[in-house]
């Protein structure tokens, strides 16, 4: 008969020789792996009380960043979007009001940003297509929630704290 790969091993069908049949041998190596586990170092953590060290390209949750001076560094440019393969990220863009310059970097600003969490991967893109640093990606899990709405983050959601409203408290 021809093999059309070279994969198939042929069964040893000889007669069990004495120590094979006490399985002693079998026997004494699952021992010694079960008592090699047993003295390995755990694994798992305590979680409430201690947490794990998360690895230094972890990407969490979203972060839309604010500039020195406390605008939105945003300027609904639209490449995070377009750079998304998951098209999680919906924005509206618009223009910029007499008296916003103080809460808005450019002419343009993003008046609508949107991240639908159930659909990110994760994936970083957003972070590296941003021309204004923007968006990063934090080292916050995202928490569980119940509700599809509420894993749609919003503009206010994702926007650090304006830095002089929060020393006002």
Do not use: W
């Not at 079998?26 to 047993?38: M, N, P, R």
Request: glycine letters at 4%; charged letters at 30%; one cysteine or more.
């Amino acid at each position: 008969m021809q093999r059309i790969t070279n994969r198939a091993v042929e069964i040893n069908r000889n007669p069990m020789t004495f120590g094979e049949k006490l399985y002693v041998p079998a026997i004494l190596k699952g021992l010694s792996i079960t008592l090699s586990h047993i003295v390995k170092k755990k694994a798992t953590v305590s979680y409430p009380e201690k947490k794990r060290p998360f690895s230094p390209v972890f990407r969490g949750l979203h972060v839309l960043n604010r500039d020195e001076e406390g605008r939105e560094r945003c300027t609904a440019c639209g490449l995070c979007a377009v750079a998304c393969p998951a098209e999680a990220i919906t924005m509206e863009a618009a223009e910029r009001k007499a008296g916003e310059e103080n809460l808005y970097r450019e002419e343009k600003y993003a008046a609508k940003y949107e991240i639908n969490m159930l659909r990110c991967i994760f994936c970083g893109l957003c972070e590296e297509a941003c021309p204004k640093d923007a968006i990063y990606m934090s080292e916050t899990v995202m928490p569980a929630n119940y509700t599809r709405q509420g894993m749609i983050y919003k503009k206010t959601d994702l926007l650090i704290p304006h830095p002089k409203k929060v020393n006002a408290n």
